[in-house]
């Protein structure tokens, strides 16, 4: 089946500090890759939706500001958490269409803003 | 405003015991309904279902769709500890970027 990648799976920062969050689709091209948040015992939140080559689309809520999403390619999205506060400590997941609306998903980003 | 609702939200059983959850949804343009279980990580697939009526099947795992009436069923049956997660259904619905709506998810505990 598609593999997704998705990068640190642990990251601990000082508040103000800019993280990225790598999402690789290893064996696949992903033209559309989506970010979520979820909270502890909550379900998925859509951020964003990311689609190489143009611009990612923010659900509404989302400051696209605060969180910068990048697809330079067919296989990678990033996410930027810049300036991260204690607020913004969640899991972040990716997740890539594999065709026919299945979705693959990363491993996920637990991300502890101190 | 397109909505997934599932039930029950939490649900304790014991070793053996089969179990349904349900899952309800309104969406615009229906296409597929997806089932994914998550656990501590990230959430894996289990079943998509595009018709009506027809059971998909996966061990002692099995989902049906209804289209008329807007639900779908996973059924469990002999569980055992190890399908404690959180259990997620989810609808595509075809906007300009294909937005996914997730339900809140049931979360499943199995006891010995």
């Known amino acids: 089946g598609a593999v997704v990648s998705q990068h640190p799976s642990r990251v601990i920062c000082k508040s103000g500090t800019s993280v990225k969050i790598e999402c690789r689709s290893l064996?696949?091209?992903?033209?559309?890759m989506f970010w979520y948040r979820q909270f502890p015992k909550q379900s998925l939140m859509l951020m964003a939706t990311?689609?190489?080559?143009?611009?990612?689309?923010?659900e509404q809520g989302v400051e696209k500001d605060k969180f910068l999403i990048n697809h330079a390619s067919l296989t990678l999205s990033t996410l930027t958490v810049t300036s991260a506060h204690p607020e913004d400590s969640s899991f972040y997941i990716c997740?890539?269409?594999?065709?026919?609306?299945?979705?693959?998903f990363g491993s996920g980003t637990q991300l502890s803003v101190l | 405003e397109d909505k997934v609702v599932q039930s029950p939200l939490s649900l304790v059983v014991h070793e053996g015991d089969t179990v349904t959850l349900n899952c309800s949804y309104e969406v615009t343009n229906f296409r597929s309904l997806l089932w994914y279980k998550q656990e501590k990580k990230a959430p894996t697939f289990l079943f998509m279902l595009?018709?009506?009526?027809i059971e998909k099947k996966s061990g002692r795992l099995s989902s049906i769709l209804d289209k008329k009436e807007l639900f779908s069923i996973l059924n469990i049956t002999a569980t055992q500890t190890g399908d404690s997660a959180v259990y997620l259904c989810a609808v595509p619905r075809r906007t300009s970027y294909d937005k996914v709506i997730f339900g809140p998810g049931t979360s499943l505990s199995v006891i010995p």
């Open positions: 990311s689609n190489e080559g143009s611009k990612a689309t923010y």
């Open positions: 997740s890539a269409k594999g065709g026919w609306e299945k979705l693959f």
């Open positions: 064996d696949f091209q992903a033209t559309t």
């Open positions: 595009t018709s009506s009526g």
